[in-house]
T-cell receptor, first 109, second 114 residues
Framework: GQQLNQSPQSMFIQEGEDVSMNCTSS?????WLWYKQEPGEGPVLLIA?????ELTSNGRLTAQFGITRKDSFLNISASIPSDVGIYFC?????????FGTGTSLTVIP | EPEVTQTPSHQVTQMGQEVILRCVPI?????FYWYRQILGQKVEFLVS????????KSEIFDDQFSVERPDGSNFTLKIRSTKLEDSAMYFC????????????FGSGTRLTVV
């Protein structure tokens, strides 16, 4: 299967700090997505990226689809306690999503 | 907002038993999916289903697994003879079409095989 590697694996930050995480793959994807998962819940879509180089924002979240279509980053500005969760990148090929390994975010008030 | 509903939220079963995980996709969606997530690991695709047949499946989806749309609203995943390594969260998802629009995940069923 496709491999998507996320870094860092986990982050512990103070409330108010900015966060940056990224995702890389050896494969080219048509679409990149960022999901957030909270304990006991399914993934919830945060941002979808459709074109190489695309930069998209959703509130305090900003994500970019790499020019090579093999990587993406997600930034969260001015973190708040409810940002806690696991953030997954996913690449779409056809109807199937391939998920990354996840970045666990802890925000310390 | 429309939701994908999964039941039960948690199921415990003995090794070797059959389990059926149930999902009610969003009503106007045509494509249905199952994913699983072993504790602490990434979400993995199992199978996609359209027009009453499997359209894609992963290598995880072996002969022990089957899916069915028994009526107009339910979409089920059956595991015929559960193994310890089947313990995971199983997520159902549905979408209107082949693109991302409306692609929605359910809250999952936690399956524990003992």
């Amino acid at each position: 299967g496709q491999q998507l590697n996320q870094s860092p694996q986990s982050m512990f930050i103070q409330e108010g700090e900015d966060v940056s995480m990224n995702c890389t793959s050896s494969s080219i994807f048509n679409t990149w997505l960022w999901y957030k998962q909270e304990p006991g819940e399914g993934p919830v879509l945060l941002i979808a990226l459709y074109k190489a180089g695309e930069l998209t924002s959703n509130g305090r979240l900003t994500a970019q689809f790499g020019i090579t279509r093999k990587d993406s980053f997600l930034n969260i500005s001015a973190s708040i306690p409810s940002d806690v969760g696991i953030y997954f990148c996913a690449g779409q090929l056809g109807n199937q999503f391939y998920f990354g390994t996840g970045t666990s975010l802890t925000v310390i008030p | 907002e429309p939701e994908v509903t999964q039941t039960p939220s948690h199921q415990v079963t003995q090794m070797g038993q059959e389990v059926i995980l149930r999902c009610v996709p969003i009503s106007n969606h045509l494509y249905f999916y199952w994913y699983r997530q072993i504790l602490g690991q990434k979400v993995e695709f199992l199978v996609s289903f359209y027009n009453n047949e499997i359209s894609e499946k992963s290598e995880i989806f072996d002969d022990q697994f089957s899916v069915e749309r028994p009526d107009g609203s339910n979409f089920t995943l059956k595991i015929r003879s559960t193994k310890l390594e089947d313990s995971a969260m199983y997520f159902c998802a549905s979408s209107e079409g082949t693109k991302l629009y409306g692609y929605t995940f359910g809250s999952g069923t936690r399956l524990t095989v003992v």
